[in-house]
């Protein structure tokens, strides 16, 4: 009995030993960080870059940079050009909460701007001889490990021809002379220029190998007359970590210097609301969109309209960004009462959006501007989600017969499932709400069960 005890004694402190050792290793090896998987988005954003860009439907475009953001809504701020401070001050979670809220699936941020402040430590800036181009604090990296956890793609801005806010001794590094109007000719000097060429590009691949895969693309800026000679080089430079990444410029500004649309997107600056003309969109609906602002100009609902339009018209990728730019505390509370809204409201109708093409068996031309209204399908072509998004005056709308004699076998709003009567012929679709129920003000969405 005495020899079984002391068997069991020797086994219990054995594995006793095992369970400590095992412990002391999980403490000094941290389990890697796997998101919960979220069943509402087509792709998760730790999956290859371009295949979730490409089916993201809504982002926020931010311009937060050292010399023209704000630290707090109603506060006074530290010197403009403390890139230090600004780094520090950006409240990555207070952001985030935001960004969630509004139920956007990405981020464009500014890794730098003004004067090529970067939000984040670089080598290259130091071995230039700009060190105080670049933040002791990863303020790029906090966000992106803030925004991912959250299932939330960062995407970063960047500029290949941005010298001109740089200082008279700045711009001598390059050969440069003291006198700058921001484009190329005898006052700026020499352009091209083969050491700004190598510097920038050194800078760009650096950004890409530190950040990899936890930011999923870049957005290439431009100024009118400046183009980066062989700008085919930028989208090599871009991917040197993560060789999926998402890759747009500006208005394709630089498909005649050899950046060609396949490798980066077509994506303007600023928009109008009615139209998506490309593939990438960006909407505007504060007063300004560079600097922070609490003025907003479009209601949410007009907002959300916008964004259904975009995603219901043909041949587009990424969606819609949203330009708004947080203080570094956060929104001021009118736009972040507004992002909640629209939160709202995508989140009622996301169903109609995410994981949706546009309808190829419902198809609209769109000759009204704005867009009355406009068709979603879901991937496995089972449903097509129509969005009136300007109610009519009756109770009925007539739409084209769907593509290759497809048969409709239900109809209900999206909201509260009321069935929708429906007439299908070879010509056309008619569509009924019943005489208790109003059209919805902001979106009115009819699920349509297909055969």
């Known amino acids: 009995m005495k020899r079984k005890l002391l068997a069991m004694k020797h086994i219990l402190l054995a594995g006793l030993a095992a369970?400590?050792?095992?412990?002391?290793?999980?403490?000094?090896?941290?389990?890697?960080?796997?998101?919960?998987?979220?069943?509402?988005?087509?792709?998760?954003?730790?999956?290859?870059?371009?295949?979730?860009?490409?089916?993201?439907?809504?982002?926020?475009?931010v311009h937060y940079t050292a010399g023209q953001s704000d630290f707090a809504y109603g506060k006074p701020n530290p010197q403009p050009w403390d890139l230090d401070a600004h780094a520090d001050a950006f409240d990555v979670k207070a952001f985030a909460d935001a960004v969630e809220d509004m139920g956007a699936q990405y981020v464009i941020m500014t890794s730098f701007h003004a004067a090529m402040r970067l939000l984040g430590p670089s080598k290259v800036m130091v071995d230039i001889g700009?060190?105080?181009?670049?933040?002791?604090r990863d303020m790029i990296g906090d966000l992106a490990d803030e925004l991912n956890r959250?299932?939330?793609?960062?995407?970063?801005?960047?500029?290949?021809?941005?010298?001109?806010?740089?200082?008279?001794?700045?711009?001598?590094?390059?050969?440069?002379?003291?006198?700058?109007?921001?484009?190329?000719?005898?006052?700026?000097?020499?352009?091209?220029?083969?050491?700004?060429?190598?510097?920038?590009?050194g800078l760009f691949k650096e950004i890409s190998q530190r950040y990899g895969k936890r930011v999923s693309g870049y957005w290439i800026d431009q100024h009118s007359g400046k183009l980066f000679p062989d700008a085919g080089r930028l989208a090599v430079a871009l991917r040197a970590g993560n060789p999926d990444a998402v890759i747009w410029q500006n208005s394709g500004a630089y498909v005649p210097a050899g950046l060609s649309l396949e490798d980066a997107w077509c994506a303007p600056e600023?928009?109008?609301?009615?139209?998506?003309?490309?593939?990438?969109?960006?909407?505007?609906?504060?007063?300004?969109?560079?600097?922070?602002?609490?003025?907003?100009?479009?209601?949410?609902?007009?907002?959300?309209?916008?964004?259904?339009?975009?995603?219901?018209?043909?041949?587009?990728?990424?969606?819609?960004?949203?330009?708004?730019?947080?203080?570094?505390?956060?929104?001021?509370?009118?736009?972040?009462?507004?992002?909640?809204?629209?939160?709202?409201?995508w989140r009622e109708r996301k169903v109609s959006l995410l994981n949706t093409r546009p309808s190829t068996i419902l198809k609209i031309e769109q000759n009204a501007v704005p867009w009355p209204i406009v068709a979603t399908d879901s991937l496995d072509g089972s449903t097509v989600y129509v969005h009136v998004l300007i109610p009519p005056a009756g109770k009925s709308?007539?739409?084209?017969?769907?593509?290759?004699?497809?048969?409709?076998?239900?109809?209900?709003?999206?909201?509260?499932?009321?069935?929708?009567?429906?007439?299908?012929?070879?010509?056309?679709?008619?569509?009924?709400?019943?005489?208790?129920?109003?059209?919805?003000?902001?979106?009115?969405v009819i699920v349509l069960g297909i055969e």
């Not at 700009?130 to 933040?135: A, F």
């Open 19 to 61: 369970l400590i050792t095992t412990t002391t290793l999980l403490g000094t090896e941290p389990e890697a960080f796997t998101p919960k998987p979220d069943t509402t988005r087509a792709i998760h954003p730790t999956d290859p870059g371009r295949a979730f860009m490409m089916n993201a439907k809504i982002g926020i475009f």
């Open 130 to 136: 700009m060190p105080t181009h670049q933040s002791k």
């Open 150 to 201: 959250r299932n939330l793609a960062l995407c970063l801005y960047v500029h290949p021809t941005d010298q001109h806010d740089l200082s008279q001794e700045e711009r001598a590094l390059f050969g440069w002379g003291p006198e700058v109007d921001g484009q190329p000719g005898p006052k700026l000097g020499l352009w091209p220029n083969p050491k700004w060429d190598a510097f920038l590009l």
């Open 270 to 345: 600023g928009g109008q609301l009615a139209h998506g003309a490309d593939d990438q969109h960006c909407l505007l609906p504060l007063k300004d969109w560079w600097y922070q602002s609490d003025e907003v100009v479009v209601p949410v609902e007009e907002l959300f309209r916008a964004v259904a339009r975009h995603n219901g018209c043909p041949g587009k990728k990424c969606g819609v960004d949203i330009g708004l730019t947080p203080y570094a505390t956060g929104y001021a509370p009118k736009v972040k009462a507004m992002m909640a809204e629209f939160g709202k409201l």
């Open 397 to 444: 709308i007539s739409l084209p017969a769907l593509a290759d004699a497809r048969k409709i076998i239900s109809a209900s709003l999206l909201l509260g499932g009321t069935e929708v009567k429906f007439k299908q012929s070879e010509k056309a679709v008619e569509l009924s709400l019943p005489e208790e129920v109003k059209w919805d003000t902001v979106d009115t």
